[in-house]
């Protein structure tokens, strides 16, 4: 017996800690040889990361990435769209080797609203992780893993709660052990199923070789003149708030403080004439670039830039009109 399970992130989000969890579990409820590999080793803030979990009744040789996963824990619903673009090729293929089996999704969308883009029929589980931990552990971004491990638990039966609480008190000893093991609960009990689920995509990942995560670099810079934007699929980019100005507080005159201290250079100021011949100004952000890191909005002296949920504008304001302006418009008058 062989069972793969594939743990899909961005760096942050607690994939590792979740990894471990999932490997002790495993140990000591079954006694299972186990091992685990971690892709690609430590990386900056927003970039991918993807753990790869080997379960067996007897002793496990390969270190190379599961190519047969049974079940795949996927951290942010975005990274879909990583898949659906082909934008990162480890991503994709550790997402999309799951033709059947069981997803394990942080999304606030219930199971039958969430579009998977290749083929795949099986058992999707959907838990909002992000609300949960941000609600216990009070983290921007929340660290989910602990969340999803209870979804986990929750739809396959495999590993008691109970367990599960006890090493992450014993991994987090204290507050942080009882607010985590609390969030797991949480996830457990509220985590949404679909069984016999199936996309309406027909696409299917490209065979490739086995990769051993190994021999591939620990970090590999990635360039905003070469990385794919938002908006493309990019898979360095994870938000789920997006800053938004309130034109009419935004005072600064000559230099803008939160578009000097951007650490990703896309925010920027925006200034205009009106039709009445009125000079205005505002912050406006590089939608296919901005990691909603919220810098700009906390060091704004005027309190003019706030954080908006993501979701929330899609479904108003799609084009992104107020928020977003073509980089040439940034010193137009």
């Not at 607690?14 to 590999?37: T, W």
């Not at 009070?138 to 709660?161: E, F, S």
Request: net charge neutral; glycine share 10%; aromatic share 8%.
């Amino acid at each position: 017996m062989i069972q793969e399970i594939n743990l899909a992130c961005m760096s942050g989000q607690g994939s590792v800690q979740a990894m471990e969890l999932l490997s002790k579990a495993y140990f000591i409820r079954h006694g299972y040889f186990v091992k685990s590999q971690v892709f690609p080793g430590p990386r900056a803030r927003s970039a991918p990361v993807v753990c790869y979990i080997k379960i067996s009744d007897s002793p496990i040789n390969s270190i190379s990435a599961n190519y047969h996963p049974s079940e795949v824990l996927v951290f942010w619903d975005g990274l879909f769209r990583v898949v659906a673009n082909d934008a990162h090729g480890i991503v994709s293929d550790a997402i999309g080797r799951l033709q059947s089996g069981l997803f394990v999704v942080n999304t606030p969308l219930p199971p039958e609203d969430v579009d998977i883009p290749f083929a795949f029929s099986g058992t999707i589980a959907t838990v909002d992780a992000d609300r949960i931990v941000t609600k216990y552990l009070r983290r921007d971004p929340p660290p989910v893993g602990t969340a999803l491990v209870g979804a986990y638990a929750a739809v396959t039966g495999k590993l008691p709660l109970a367990l599960l609480e006890g090493l992450m008190r014993e991994r987090f000893p204290g507050n942080n052990g009882q607010r985590n093991a609390e969030a797991m609960q949480e996830a457990f009990e509220t985590v949404k199923v679909e069984r016999g689920y199936r996309s309406r995509s027909s696409k299917t990942v490209p065979e490739t070789d086995p990769i051993d995560p190994q021999s591939l670099p620990e970090y590999s810079p990635i360039e905003k003149g070469t990385m794919r934007g938002y908006t493309q699929g990019g898979a360095n980019i994870l938000r789920a708030k997006i800053p938004v100005c309130d034109d009419n507080r935004c005072l600064c005159k000559g230099v803008c403080l939160s578009e000097a201290m951007c650490p990703d250079n896309t925010g920027f100021i925006a200034r205009w004439t009106t039709a009445d011949g009125q000079k205005r100004q505002g912050y406006r952000i590089d939608v296919d670039y901005c990691r909603g890191c919220g810098t700009c909005a906390e060091i704004c002296p005027y309190g003019a830039i706030g954080r908006v949920p993501e979701r929330e504008v899609l479904a108003t304001n799609p084009t992104y009109e107020g928020i977003t302006v073509a980089p040439f418009w940034k010193r137009g008058d």
